[in-house]
């Protein structure tokens, strides 16, 4: 089993790949490419459009992350070998290190076959204060999963929560598919949990 981690990096736009799972944001996190238009006492052509409005933040990035717990909420090391019927939690999270909410968030998770979604198990968390550093410690991610998955299930139809699965592919937020959008609060972690069983 192998577990994913990146850094997102630019300005949080479009899309960013990291393993089997994808993070989508809409809104811009530290600076954006907007157009600004402005005058120089009244003479329109004396300030040329800038390129860039740099948004003003604490903090330094998103961080976007991928872990896998057994049902109990062991984490499941690297290289691990699991027998074939267990129950595994996988979470992703995004750990908002800055001062301004990211709005309209999407995490998008395809599954690999030997992965069996077990159903009801989809929860979504944004209750936790960001992590001291960038990189989350295995007791700041113990407190993360904890969190996430004392959280009530949501639906896993396509309905009015963040969060939904169709075959092997979990998405929450509203870029992929018509879920209710979802946002990552300022110095928090936006985290989501399922559980799956190996065959």
């Known amino acids: 089993m192998r577990l994913w981690k990146s850094k997102l990096r630019g300005f949080f736009q479009g899309l960013i ?3 089997l799972s994808a993070l989508f944001v809409s809104g811009a996190a530290l600076a954006a490419p907007n157009q600004g238009t402005g005058d120089v ?3 329109g052509a004396a300030l040329v459009d800038s390129n860039v409005f740099n948004l003003l933040s604490t903090g330094a ?3 976007l992350v991928k872990r896998a717990f057994l049902a109990d909420g062991t984490p499941i090391t690297t290289g691990s070998t699991l027998p074939t019927g267990t129950v595994v939690k996988f979470m992703i999270y995004v750990n908002n290190t800055s001062s301004i909410q990211i709005s309209d968030v999407s995490m998008r998770d395809v599954l690999d076959p030997l992965f069996l979604y077990q159903a009801g198990t989809i929860k979504v968390d944004n209750s ?3 992590c001291a550093a960038v990189a989350c410690t295995p007791a700041e991610e113990a407190t ?3 969190a996430a998955d004392g959280s009530a299930a949501l639906s896993d139809a396509v309905d009015a929560d963040v969060a939904s699965i169709a075959g092997v592919t979990v998405d929450a937020g509203n870029q992929n598919v018509a879920n209710a959008q979802m946002n990552a609060a ?3 972690v936006l985290a989501l ?3 799956v069983r190996m065959q």
Do not use: E, M, P, R
């Open 61 to 63: 990035a998103l961080t």
């Open 128 to 130: 936790v204060a960001k």
């Open 144 to 146: 993360i999963f904890a």
């Open 193 to 195: 949990v399922f559980s």
């Open 17 to 19: 790949v990291t393993g």
């Open 41 to 43: 006492a009244g003479d």
């Open 186 to 188: 300022a110095d928090s």
